[in-house]
């Protein structure tokens, strides 16, 4: 199998058996979970839900890759190129997916969208930094209500001081997200637009891997 990095790592929707959202998968593992004949690809079409398993979706591929090819990532093999699918569904799991969000340092950056919450403006994550706003020798604690992206010029203006002992103010009050950030910017690209009815944004948190 031959494909650029891009499309192997691309983001594919992973369900379980009740067609609930599990986590986002790469397009490596999602293909072979395929090919073992452990998950199906799910396709809407005109809000139908379309079932493939690893021989049809090459079939269907080739019709693809004549009329939309720009629509999809692709995967060149020696006999054919296959689609990577924007969602695929376990045939045997039908465990619920855990709730929250975890506290590390990719959701942090999503969260804040690579802004500083001091100046307010956006940064390179090597040019940003993570502050506590109280910091840890005044008590403050290691959670998403005190954990803000800052630049290092704010970082170092504020130092091991409060925002108000430092004169500075937050653009925004930290909180918990209800789902994951980065699926927040997934979600906003139109490529993966069929993830959308699957996540009832209310309950269900989707952990990227």
Known sequence: MVADESA???SVL????????????????????LYRELAEVVSINDGEYLAYDFDDWVEVSQAMQR???ERHDWIRTVRFQIAVPKIIRLLGYDRLPATGV???????FARDQNRCQYCGKRFST?????????PRTQGGK???ENIV?????????K????????????????ARPKRSPVLTIKLSDSKYASWKQFLDYAYWNVELK
């Open 149 to 157: 992206c800052a630049c290092i010029r704010c970082n170092v203006k």
């Open 142 to 144: 290691n959670c998403w």
């Open 67 to 69: 009329f939309e090819p």
């Open 8 to 10: 192997l790592s691309a």
């Open 14 to 33: 992973l369900l379980n058996r009740l067609y609930m959202a599990v986590r986002v998968v790469s397009a490596r593992r999602a293909l072979t979970l």
């Open 159 to 174: 130092g091991g001081r409060t925002p108000h002992q430092a004169g500075l103010k937050l653009i925004l009050a930290p």
């Open 102 to 108: 975890k506290l590390n340092r990719r959701n942090l």
């Open 126 to 134: 090597s040019e940003l930094s993570l502050d506590h706003v109280i």
